[in-house]
């Protein structure tokens, strides 16, 4: 193969070479008796060489024109632009709430005030123009203020993360401050790892650690199967870990103390369940709040977390977990012959339904498993060694629209079908009286596709911190940390270094596109002065 | 014969419906045509009043302006230009060296131009002469609306024929042309000048082209620029018109060119001299650009070709 490469590339060198050197076809001229002798050539001209297609300086003029303008429609059109040695500072300033806890004589923020005010000091000190841009960070990254806007700083009823930070120091550079320094001040710990910006961050954390204790998220529950009740769960958290606050529940049935337990694997960490309280407008309360008031309140709106709604029409008994209920929205458990299920089956009128067959009616018998789907929610707690001793019958009946099969026999035929919306099923009636292990196999085929359409599920409530006055501090679980320790911090080198700008190229494209516009003018109209003349 | 004429010329429907022949006022003319010439004659266009005279035609008598003279024996007659028929005669230097450059051949221009020529003077009730310089045949002539066709037959000819270009070009045949040249009014001539008139036949032709009140137009064809370009280098040359330069590739250089280019405005000038005798119309040359896109070249040609002019503006060149 190396060889039969080497020898194409070998003939292919020498046809070109073979090109090169051939000379062009022999040129006729109409004024060839007006040409002087020709001096003989002393080598062979090339066939091919490389020669501008145009010797007209316009037309290269206008060429060079139009690249102009196209590249500067490009992207990434900017170029790092040095000025001599500055400091640019951008001081990213944490207003969160937890920024307004008690720190000393003020609070965390007039204690990174005075920081910021030091890093500035030390910056002047040093020598050389300073100019400064204060971002502060709540929620979001506010627009860059001047350094005098320090004083005006204020915490926030918003949580901060440190990722809203670190966003915030290293955005890209803009306005007229160029960047040479970066530093956040905050009450958080620095991350592990800074992402690249234009420049090295200086991270500042501030604030002596102090007790708190905070509502960090809540969730409602509804019923299950086995008959237990719809639940409203509680997730509290005291930073260091220490004794249990109390959490109270405050609504339509009044004012109530919710038991807190420890969760054992996430110390200072607790954790309330308490049956579902019913729909309405809630508050919880946890005393003793500690250091922080924004996550010692929350809002709750709960709603009628009631038991599955399940139109129920077969002859066993409902289970207890269930509600009996009627109407297109609940889920219809019915034969598959019957004119409910038939209903439920057609696509026009299609409706939540698991439908069933007596397939288990009589025993089991022998069949093998044939194509089936990975549903750990319908078969994960099947023994398909002894489904397939004692299978049912299988689906009487052609598969509905909409439906596609789950678990079927060596001949295709269903045993067990699903549609995905809306939900429905397919699967044998359960026979608790069959014989053998097939009334066991049907109940569990059935009460595992049943949970698996009106299951137990829990919802996750839309935290609602409040402040006692009732105004909302959204995000305030990232504030409830007040007691973290204080890390050495950052060297802080202010000294000056040369800025690091970007400044855009479109302009100076657009310029030099004019400019070959405007020499293609001149020389169009030099040429027309040359030929009048 | 199959495909396009190459020989038509590439003009937008209803052109040449708008062009009419423009041979100046002093060429002579002949007959009855479409042309007011500056002599007495018939036609409906007044000239001015004249006394009447016994023997003219009663009919001329304008009886409003002899009642205005006050004297009853004094009549006076209109007088009215009169509608004369012109004749041009093209001629087309046909030889082999006039189909270069290649890609945009002088001698296709010239005959688009001929056809054209013929086109609007049969259009307009003109007779035309169709003739080649160095070139096969008899001259040919027509009138009115055959004028086309003859010309389309004349340049298809024309154009059929290759000839040798290597070989110097037969010298013309000046009698014929003489000879034909006997009824034209204008003699329009179409070349790129560049032949060797050592007999002096050309010249014979040229002068005989302005005897009798005669006037010579040449279309001169400049194709320098086109061919020169791309030029300087090491080139192979094919004799043309036994112009050669042996065996072997040759260097040409910019200085080259330069002698060439000056030589030809020298032999081109010595021409104009040799040929002045009063009847000389001899406008700038069709110049070929360096790319050069010959139905391009010709239609931007067509408002600035001499004698034709557009038909709505009237007057003399």
């Known amino acids: ?533 | 014969m199959s495909g396009p004429d190459p020989t038509a010329p590439p003009l937008p429907p209803g052109v040449i419906d708008r062009l009419v022949l423009d041979l100046g006022r002093r060429v002579p003319a002949h007959g009855m045509g479409g042309h007011l010439r500056r002599r007495l004659g018939q036609s409906l266009e007044f000239r001015d009043y004249q006394p009447y005279a016994a023997g003219q035609d009663i009919r001329r008598v304008d009886w409003r302006a002899s009642l205005r003279t006050g004297r009853r024996d004094h009549w006076v007659a209109r007088r009215y230009e009169a509608e004369a028929r012109l004749r041009l005669m093209v001629v087309v230097d046909a030889r082999p060296a006039m189909r270069l450059p290649v890609a945009a051949p002088k001698l296709l221009f010239a005959l688009w131009v001929a056809r054209l020529a013929a086109a609007v003077a049969g259009g307009g009730q003109d007779a035309v002469t169709l003739a080649g310089l160095f070139g096969p045949g008899p001259p040919v002539a027509a009138e009115g609306r055959r004028a086309a066709a003859v010309a389309a037959s004349f340049a298809r000819d024309l154009w059929a024929v290759p000839g040798d270009l290597a070989s110097p070009p037969p010298p013309p045949d000046d009698r014929a042309l003489i000879a034909a040249m006997e009824p034209a009014s204008t003699v329009l001539l179409i070349s790129d000048l560049l032949f060797e008139d050592s007999g002096g036949r050309v010249r014979e032709i040229a002068r005989a082209a302005q005897r009798a009140h005669r006037q010579l137009i040449v279309l001169e064809l400049d194709s320098f620029a086109a061919e020169a370009a791309g030029l300087p280098g090491i080139r192979l040359f094919d004799p043309v018109e036994g112009r050669g330069f042996g065996p072997g590739a040759r260097t040409v250089a910019v200085q080259d060119l330069a002698a060439a280019r000056a030589a030809i405005d020298t032999h081109r000038a010595g021409l104009r001299a040799d040929w002045g005798r009063g009847g000389l119309f001899w406008p700038p040359p069709v110049v070929w650009p360096e790319v050069p896109v010959l139905a391009d070249l010709f239609a931007r040609s067509v408002p600035h070709l001499p004698a034709l002019r557009a038909a709505t503006a009237r007057g003399s060149r």
Not at chain 1, 55 to 79: C, E, K, T
Not at chain 1, 388 to 401: F, G, V
Not at chain 1, 420 to 449: D, H, I, R, W
Not at chain 1, 453 to 479: H, S
């Open chain 1, 1 to 533: 193969m190396l060889a039969l490469a080497v020898g194409v590339l070998g003939a292919g060198g020498w046809f070109l070479w073979h090109l090169l050197r051939r000379p062009e076809a022999p040129r006729v001229l109409s004024f060839a008796r007006f040409l002087p002798d020709l001096a003989r050539a002393e080598r062979p001209r090339a066939r091919l060489t490389l020669r501008p297609p145009l010797r007209s300086a316009a037309f290269w003029l206008r060429m060079a024109a139009a690249v102009l303008l196209l590249a500067a429609l490009g992207a990434g059109l900017d170029r790092p632009r040095t000025g001599g040695p500055a400091v640019g500072l951008r001081l990213v300033v944490d207003v969160s709430a937890s920024m307004g806890v008690a720190d000393g004589a003020g609070t965390r923020l007039d204690t990174a005030l005075a920081v910021a005010r030091d890093m500035l000091a030390q910056a002047r000190a040093a020598g050389g123009p300073v100019c400064a841009r204060v971002v502060a960070v709540a929620a979001g990254a506010g627009p860059p203020l001047g350094e005098d806007d320090l004083a005006q700083l204020a915490p926030r009823a918003e949580g901060a993360g440190p990722s809203v930070l670190v966003a915030a120091a290293v955005a890209p550079v803009a306005g007229d401050c160029p960047l040479t320094h970066a530093a956040v001040l905050t009450d958080h710990r620095r991350p592990p790892v800074l992402p690249d910006g234009p420049v090295p961050v200086i991270w500042r954390q501030v604030g002596v650690p102090v007790a708190n204790a905070g509502i960090v998220a809540a969730a409602e529950g509804t019923g299950s199967l086995s008959g237990g009740g719809a639940v409203l769960a509680v997730e509290v958290a005291t930073w260091p870990p220490g004794a249990a606050p109390s959490l109270t529940l405050t609504g339509p049935g009044g004012a109530r103390d919710l038991p807190l337990v420890p969760l054992p694997d996430r110390p200072g960490h607790w954790a309330a369940r308490v049956p579902h309280p019913g729909a309405g407008r809630y508050a919880l309360t946890l005393a003793p709040g500690g250091a922080l008031a924004a996550d010692d309140r929350m809002a709750l709106d709960l709603s009628t977390a009631a038991a599955p709604a399940v139109d129920w029409r077969l002859p066993q008994p409902m289970p207890r977990g269930l509600a009996a209920a009627s109407g297109p929205g609940a889920l219809l458990v019915a034969a598959i012959d019957s004119a409910e299920a038939r209903a439920a089956l057609d696509p026009a009128t299609a409706r939540p339904v698991i439908a069933v067959w007596p397939g288990w009616d009589g025993g089991g018998r022998p069949r093998q498993i044939g194509a089936f789907v990975e549903a750990p929610d319908l078969t994960g707690a099947l023994n398909l060694d002894v489904f397939e001793a004692e299978a049912p019958l299988p689906l009487p009946h052609p598969l509905p629209p909409g439906f596609s099969a789950v678990l079927t026999d060596r001949a295709g035929q269903v045993f067990l079908a699903r549609r995905g919306v809306p939900p429905g099923l397919l699967l044998p009636a359960p026979a608790p009286g069959a014989p053998g292990q097939a009334g066991a196999l049907s109940l569990v085929l059935f009460y595992q596709g049943l949970a698996a359409l009106a299951g137990q599920g829990v919802r996750p409530l839309t935290p609602d911190w409040r402040l006692a006055d009732g105004t909302p501090v959204p995000g305030a679980g990232l504030e409830g940390d007040t007691a973290r320790p204080l890390d050495d911090p950052d060297p802080v080198d202010l000294s000056p270094r040369a800025a690091v700008a970007r400044a855009p190229v479109w302009p100076l494209l657009v310029v030099l596109a004019l400019a070959c516009l405007l020499a293609e003018r001149a020389l169009a109209l030099w040429s027309g002065v040359r030929r009048a003349v």
